[in-house]
């Protein structure tokens, strides 16, 4: 057991930093908690940022993550950015002039949204989505469009795409790649996702990039793509990725390598430096490979597990991941990593928008995709975290309760 340290700093009050701070207390620990937040907001969760607070079914406020309670419990700089690292006086120093002193320190700044550039626009034309400012800024337009366009159809794409729609706006999607979320769904989803949104009636272009653009006298912008007639639109959103906000890290000489590199604990290249969230490329136990996954539990579970690990625990292993999307009247959830060593059965109809599709390898479950099934995935996360052998028919066939399979036993 380490001696537990005096004090802790947390850089980043986002969903990892939060649920740490959270945690620590939770736990029992009696230190110092330092918590630094570069945004005017306590610790928010992101997802809402694309679904009800873009379309104005909930306010900012909803999304805030903890009563304020939790804040008379600690030191809560909102507002505050850490700005440099000095490892050898474990020391962090602030925009403000400020200086803490830290036992542990915790790395939690997630990521921005990666920009683009098309040429005759400037980066203030293309809207981008993190924050709840974003949000309301993306809301404000759209409030004054009839036609939008999209630029990447990944996860937030689509989600801001769905959105648009359902307020009634015409919406036009451009991706670089020649499938829809490619970097994250298996294919059997990625079809799927292109059916929903073409039937929701959004114009779809694949393969497709912005060559260039003007800004019309009226305020609108007209795009210009390659072989077709030239789009005119109010509002240009683009969500093309993240960039790990990893300088502080870089800069303190820590290992950066898509995101800060950590142990299967959140142990930074420094012992008494953790990471974790959106910007940590932890290693997994079960696949011993690094990942950096950008999802709400991935972030809250690290955080979590991390807050432990800085006061000498055994964490819960994280290695199952999970995320969700709702687009349209669309719930999609994929619990592990889908991929070609694995074989697909579909239990359901995708075009009935209400299906499961399971990933097998050596006769059991290694991931789950499931569109408006939710309690099939649940019972998926089960089936994958106990190893139970299965088979493809059974999987398959609606008659078979999947719960039924939970009794059977484990490999
Ligand atoms: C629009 C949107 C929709 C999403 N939808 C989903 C979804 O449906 N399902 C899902 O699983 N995931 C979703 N996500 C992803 C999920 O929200 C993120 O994975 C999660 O927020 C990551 O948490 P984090 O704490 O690592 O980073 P963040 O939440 O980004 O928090 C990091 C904080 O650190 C701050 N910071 C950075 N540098 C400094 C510094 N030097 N000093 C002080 N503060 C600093 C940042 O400003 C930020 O406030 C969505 C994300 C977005 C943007």
Not at 328 to 348: K, L
Request: glycine share 8%.
């Amino acid at each position: 057991m380490i001696r537990e340290p005096k004090s802790i700093v947390i850089v980043g009050a986002g969903q990892a930093g939060g649920w740490a701070a959270k945690t620590l207390r939770a736990e029992g620990y009696g230190g110092t908690i330092t918590l630094l937040g570069d945004e005017p907001h306590p610790p928010y969760e992101r997802p809402p940022l694309s679904k009800a607070v873009l379309a104005g079914e909930a306010e900012p406020r909803n999304t805030y993550l903890f009563e304020d309670d939790l804040f008379d419990s600690l030191d809560f700089l909102c507002g505050e950015s850490a700005t440099r690292i000095q490892r050898q006086q474990n020391i962090v120093q602030c925009a403000s002039g400020r200086e803490l002193t830290y036992d542990r320190l915790l790395l939690a700044t997630g990521g921005r949204a990666r920009p683009v550039a098309v040429q005759g626009l400037d980066a203030a034309d293309i809207l981008l989505l993190r924050t709840l400012e974003d949000a309301a800024a993306i809301k404000s337009r759209f409030e004054a469009a009839a036609t939008v366009a999209l630029i990447g159809g990944g996860w937030i794409g689509l989600e801001v795409a769905a959105t648009a729609r359902k307020a009634g706006l015409e919406v036009h999607l451009f991706e670089l790649a020649d499938c829809l979320c490619g970097r994250a769904a298996p294919p059997l989803l990625s079809d799927y996702l292109l059916d929903l949104h073409t039937r929701r009636g959004i114009d779809l272009h694949l393969s497709t990039v912005i060559k260039s653009a003007e800004k019309l006298s009226d305020g609108r912008y007209r795009l210009m793509v390659d072989s077709q007639a030239p789009f005119e639109v109010d509002a240009i959103v683009a969500g093309v990725g993240l960039i790990p906000n990893d300088r502080l890290a870089r800069d303190a000489g820590l290992v950066v390598d898509n995101g800060i590199v950590t142990d299967a604990l959140g142990v930074t290249s420094d012992p008494a430096i953790f990471a974790a969230g959106d910007v940590a490329n932890s290693l997994r136990p079960a696949s011993g490979q690094r990942v950096r996954y950008e999802s709400w539990e991935n972030a809250q579970n690290q955080g979590i597990a991390v807050a432990k690990a800085m006061l000498g625990q055994a964490p819960e292993p994280y290695d199952t991941p999970w995320f969700w999307s709702d687009q349209h009247d669309a719930n999609i959830q994929i619990v592990g990593t889908p991929d070609q060593s694995m074989t697909c059965t579909v239990r359901g109809e995708p075009a009935s928008d209400s299906f499961s599709a399971f990933y097998l390898r050596d006769g059991s479950i290694r991931a789950a995709v499931s569109v408006n099934q939710p309690r099939d995935l649940t019972v998926a996360k089960r089936l994958i975290a106990q190893a139970i052998p299965v088979t493809a028919d059974e999987l398959a066939d609606p008659l078979v309760p999947l719960k039924k399979l939970l009794k059977k036993t484990p490999n």
